[in-house]
């Protein structure tokens, strides 16, 4: 292992620190969850294409069998997080702020948690080539569990389009509040660290950073140690500070390259994966386990007892909550994730997915519901604005309906971290309005696109109807002239027969 205290750290602009309260769960080691009487396991839960079932109602199947086939090139398998009986494929609320129905496989466990081989377990995974190790990772239905949810298979094969160099390992968990990733960096270094290992041979870099922020030294220490017969693996303490986990400031800190607009960071050589994705994997290839659970932080001062818990996908998240001894009193706020870029959630009977790394009951007190007040042009949003960009100036083109002037101050460079309106003293919730006009944009978006797509099918149409047209007048008039020079040579074989 590198030495870390020799690294050099790139400044970056913005941030803020806001109060973390890690300390309502850090020293919670990780507790299995029992088993919740229902499972409702959504066909969705990373970025891309829906699952397709593969089960119907009445259909009996073992722990890790394959639930739900992918779809295309970005999207993720779903696998059952234990034995027991499908009682249906249908609508059931979201865990997602709208609580929308979203098609969902529902499952009753049968107590005997009994596994099926799906995924076949690897001796020796270094000895794979980097395409069968992505292949594998694809098949075991893992994705981004820092709450992305970008299929990770797609990642690891993004070698083949771009000079990749280095690897970055978030540990960084910004967030208040969260301990998840803290506790399995201390609980499972060295699992942590093959997964990493293995997910740096499958996209051929030839250096390792692991990034954690200094607010976790336990975690720092342990990496360190697991990491320390590997001297390309350089375990990184960042300074406390949010948004230090954001993707790209990541990496800007790290490396001094800014990520181009719009770009990934592959277009500078750098791959980023998290903590808990990195365990996945390492599970996946040496234990043929496909992603079925996941670790989340349960915290918030209305919960009893914060814990971390490794929980199965599609435990309602009302499970967690009694697990933790129930709520103190009822929560101003109900937030799946992190305070600063959670969702907030209309109920507790959503699941917990893939990309679900906290569920936070918030009280008044931890919820600052300030009354909004005007605009004082104070520029605290500018200057905690880890993007450069000018909040202030963006929402009012917001207000005023000009979504396409907040895109031209940078609306789609906003990476929702919401530092912002954390500053603001005037409590003008800023991200919300972004949120707002980034989910118009996408609705405009999607509504363009099936206008031209249904232009182009009509046009497509017309063109095969003209097509049907001119090819059934040439048969016509091939037809006529066909008669016509039967028609002559009749005349001319009549004509010769009268002269003789």
Not at 335 to 360: E, Y
Request: net charge positive; glycine share 8%.
């Amino acid at each position: 292992m590198a030495a870390a205290d020799r690294f050099k750290l790139f400044r970056i602009r913005g941030g803020v620190h806001p109060q973390d309260r890690k300390q309502l769960s850090a020293e919670q080691a990780i507790e299995p969850l029992p088993l919740p009487p229902l499972l409702h396991i959504p066909l969705q839960q990373h970025i891309g294409a829906p699952a397709e079932p593969l089960v119907r109602r009445g259909d009996l199947v073992k722990k890790g069998a394959l639930l739900a086939a992918s779809q295309g090139a970005i999207s993720a398998p779903v696998h059952a997080p234990t034995s027991g009986r499908i009682m249906g494929v249908g609508g059931y609320p979201a865990h997602h702020a709208s609580g929308l129905s979203v098609r969902t496989i529902t499952l009753k466990p049968d107590g005997q948690d009994e596994w099926i081989d799906t995924l076949d377990p690897v001796v020796e995974p270094f000895n794979l080539p980097p395409d069968e190790i992505a292949r594998r990772v694809a098949e075991a239905g893992i994705v981004g569990m820092g709450g992305a949810t970008f299929p990770s298979a797609v990642k690891l094969n993004l070698r083949n389009r771009y000079r990749l160099h280095t690897l970055v390992i978030n540990g960084a968990e910004c967030e208040p509040y969260l301990t998840c990733d803290d506790r399995l960096m201390r609980e499972q270094p060295e699992q942590v660290l093959d997964g990493v290992l293995l997910m740096a041979r499958a996209l051929g870099v030839e250096r390792i950073l692991l990034a954690i922020e200094n607010n976790k030294p336990a975690a720092q220490a342990a990496m360190g140690e697991a990491a320390q017969a590997h001297a390309w693996v350089t375990v990184v303490g960042l300074p406390t500070r949010y948004p230090m986990g954001s993707e790209k400031h990541l990496v800007q800190t790290l490396t001094g390259q800014e990520t181009p607009a719009r770009g990934l960071t592959a277009d500078i050589g750098v791959v980023v994966h998290n903590v808990a994705t990195a365990l996945a994997v390492h599970e996946a290839l040496r234990h043929g386990r496909p992603l079925i659970s996941r670790v989340m932080t349960v915290s918030g001062g209305a919960i009893r007892t914060p814990r971390n818990l490794r929980v199965p996908l599609g435990t309602p998240l009302s499970y967690l909550v009694d697990y933790c001894g129930g709520f103190v009193r009822e929560p101003s706020r109900l937030v799946s994730g992190g305070p600063m870029m959670g969702q907030p959630l209309p109920s507790t009977r959503v699941p917990a997915v893939k990309g679900s790394n906290g569920l936070l009951a918030l009280t008044d007190e931890e919820v600052r519901a300030d009354r909004e007040m005007p605009c004082i042009r104070c520029a605290s949003c500018v200057q905690a604005c880890p993007c450069g960009l000018v909040p202030l100036e963006m929402a009012a083109h917001i207000r005023a309906g000009s979504l396409d002037g907040s895109v031209k101050l940078g609306l789609l460079d906003c990476i929702g971290c919401g530092s912002c309106a954390y500053v603001c003293p005037s409590h003008i919730p800023l991200s919300h309005y972004f949120n707002y006009a980034k989910g118009e944009l996408a609705a405009r978006q999607r509504a363009q696109h099936k206008q031209n797509e249904t232009k182009r099918l009509a046009e497509a149409r017309s063109l095969r109807l003209e097509a049907a047209k001119k090819a059934k007048r040439a048969a016509m008039l091939k037809r006529k002239q066909e008669q016509q020079a039967k028609q002559a040579k009749s005349a001319e074989a009549a004509l010769s027969e009268t002269s003789q």
